[in-house]
Nanobody, 130 residues
Framework: QVSLVESGGGLVQPGGSLRLSCEAS????????IGWFRQAPGKEREGVAC????????WYAEIVKGRFTISRDNGKNTAHLEMNSVKPEDTAVYYC???????????????????????WGQGIQVNVSA
């Protein structure tokens, strides 16, 4: 059974930090490009960040660049999204996603999209509020 499970969400104050984790089971994350998306109420799901499988190259949405950091720990079959200097507009359900990219050097020169990814977690709520 292939699955991605997010953890680490919750309530955080504006300006604070939160670390989301995504644990894969049923497959080896080493061979997959990993992405983080989010969806706020009434809005479409949007790409936040992604990290390639081959060389750790990463992409960020402009709205989180400099505040969020994506990373991966292949030894633990886990990826992370470090969220710093959070804002109320970061409130959303956050999703981890992956697609197999073995042997390919992945580069995104456009925002990542839902259609790019094949495997999805169930999502986890992040609330930024005082």
């Amino acid at each position: 059974q292939v699955s991605l499970v997010e953890s680490g969400g919750g309530l955080v104050q504006p300006g604070g930090s939160l670390r989301l984790s995504c644990e894969a089971s049923g497959f080896t994350l080493d061979y997959y490009t990993i992405g983080w998306f989010r969806q706020a109420p009434g809005k479409e799901r949007e790409g936040v960040a992604c990290i390639s499988s081959s060389d750790g190259w990463s992409w960020y949405a402009e709205i989180v660049k400099g505040r969020f950091t994506i990373s991966r720990d292949n030894g633990k079959n886990t990826a992370h999204l470090e969220m710093n200097s959070v804002k109320p507009e970061d409130t959303a359900v956050y999703y981890c996603a992956a697609f197999q990219s073995t042997g390919r050097t992945m580069r995104f020169f456009r925002p990542i999209e839902v259609r790019d990814f094949h495997f999805w977690g169930q999502g986890i709520q992040v609330n930024v509020s005082a």
